[in-house]
């Protein structure tokens, strides 16, 4: 299978030279998983044209410092092209900004959150178990860095995964072809802490150390990317 990357944005400046775009940290993920697929990366943050979902196998749009609410020549055409693949029944995946996206596109309402930064490894709690999640506990620990939220989810969504800080962590569309989720399983610890530590002055230092104890705990990103890639596959 040959999964199209659909990258909304940039690792940031001071960070670039060591972690390297967010696309690669999608194949790296994938690999770690075993999941054999093929990858081409589209930059669409940079202008570059979408494909006709009807073309392809799957896609993946990734993170992003853009805002859904932003002026951006780029979000028109993704929204687009967003509504074409889930019409289409094209294989879709969200992830963070993605997950935000794929929302507003489809009728949901998105906005940066009252609650502030979320940074660190936050605790979902696992709402619904389609066959792809069916995963072996009650909850997953992930990655996040966000400040915007899915605050109402479009209709045909259902929750997958919720916390008290994000209810709307994890979405499965009616179609079942589109699922996203606000958290990140493709960033390694390494990266966590350093975009963590990236924030002081913008985050309060105390939530920028809380979410530093935080990767204390162990992380359940490879069995949220192995269900990612059971998803794509079935």
């Known amino acids: 299978m040959k999964l199209t990357l659909i990258q ?90 993605g997950h935000q996206v794929i929302a507003d596109a489809l009728g949901g309402e998105v906005r940066k959150s009252e609650k502030g930064w979320g940074l660190g490894r936050h605790t979902y709690q696992i709402c619904k178990r389609p066959g792809f999640f069916d995963l072996p506990r009650a909850s997953v620990s992930v990655a996040c860095s966000h400040q915007d939220q899915v605050i109402t989810a479009p209709q045909d969504a259902k929750v997958l995964l919720a916390s008290e800080f994000t209810p709307n962590a994890g979405l499965l569309y009616a179609n079942g072809t589109t699922l996203s989720l606000q958290p990140h399983p493709e960033f390694d610890d390494t990266y966590t802490l350093a975009l963590a530590e990236l924030r002081r002055g913008q985050a309060d230092d105390e939530l920028v150390d809380k979410a530093v104890q935080s990767l204390q705990k162990p992380s359940d990103s490879p069995l949220v990317a192995r269900a990612i890639s059971r998803f794509l596959r079935q």
């Not at 972690?19 to 589209?42: C, H, N, Q, W």
């Not at 993946?60 to 859904?68: C, E, N, P, Q």
């Open 8 to 97: 909304t944005g940039d690792v940031p400046e001071p960070l670039a030279d060591r972690f390297g775009p967010y696309a690669e940290m999608f194949v790296k993920m994938f690999e770690r998983d075993g999941a054999g697929l093929s990858y081409e990366t589209i930059r669409a943050h940079e202008g570059e044209p979408l494909p006709d979902p009807s073309r392809l196998q799957a896609a993946l749009i990734t993170g992003s410092a853009a805002g859904v609410y932003d002026r951006l020549d780029w979000l028109d055409p993704l929204r687009d092209f967003i509504r074409k693949a889930h019409g289409m029944r094209t294989k879709l995946v969200g992830i963070c900004f």
